[in-house]
């Protein structure tokens, strides 16, 4: 089993809709959580952290669930521009640990 | 800020050469990471380093890979030999260990291995 999946997509959605990906991690010791975005043949970019508590970031919600371990991210009104694939990621390990990547889910916004 | 600088940007080899990809993180930043991502299988950690120490190396596939960071501005990851399932792209990333988790990726190797 994988440590971080997630449903790779496509997700294709009109403009101005609301979107939902999931995202489970198995390692119940994982400290913190965060989503990147990678755009097409670019690298990955920190797009928001995950707080236990959930939080927002304009039109970006995410939310963390311990126990069934799984993190969200809900983006409302969906731009052109939000077309790209998002990354979920988990640190394990303590102080020094490692940052995983989940496959990543694609997006794409259409007019 | 130049950001992570990697190089080369693309790299077209032949089974069994050796390749070396090169990585310079962004100045002060104190932890290092070698992933490689395909389609197939999205983006694997291959080894990190804290201050110029791996920390764990699990992710490397086997021993034809190896990495290295003589100092805190370069790290280099070599492959000897190189096979064509080797082809990906490679990214390097930095942070600043225990600050935050927010990593900065270089632009990234495509190697292709014919």
């Known amino acids: 089993r994988k440590e971080v999946e997630q449903d790779p997509g496509p997700f294709n959605v009109p403009e101005g809709a609301t979107v939902a990906f999931n995202c489970t991690y198995s390692n119940s010791a994982s400290q913190s959580f965060f989503w990147y975005r990678q755009d097409c043949r670019k690298e990955p970019k920190l797009l928001m952290s995950?707080?236990?508590s959930g939080n927002e970031d304009g039109r970006f919600t995410a939310q963390l669930n311990r126990a069934s371990q799984y993190i969200s991210l809900l983006i409302r009104d969906s731009k052109l521009s939000d077309s790209a694939t998002y990354l979920c990621?988990?640190?394990?390990?303590?102080?020094?640990?490692?940052?995983?990547f989940g496959q990543g889910t694609t997006l794409q916004v259409k007019p | 800020d130049a950001g992570v600088i990697q190089s080369p940007r693309h790299e077209v080899t032949e089974m069994g050469q050796e390749v070396t990809l090169r990585c310079k993180p962004i100045s002060g930043h104190n932890s290092l990471f070698w992933y490689r991502q395909t389609m197939m299988r999205g983006l694997e950690l291959l080894i990190y380093?804290?201050?110029?120490?791996?920390?764990?190396d699990s992710g490397m596939p086997e021993d034809r890979f190896s990495a290295k960071m003589p100092n805190a501005s370069f790290s280099t990851l070599k492959i000897q030999p190189s096979e064509p399932r080797d082809s990906a792209v490679y990214f390097c990333?930095?942070?600043?260990?225990?600050?935050?988790?927010?990593?900065?990726f270089g632009s990234g190797t495509q190697l292709s291995v014919l």
């Open positions: 990621v988990v640190k394990v390990g303590g102080n020094t640990g490692k940052l995983i």
């Open positions: 990333a930095s942070k600043i260990r225990d600050i935050n988790e927010k990593l900065f």
């Open positions: 995950v707080y236990s």
């Open positions: 380093f804290n201050n110029n120490v791996p920390i764990d």
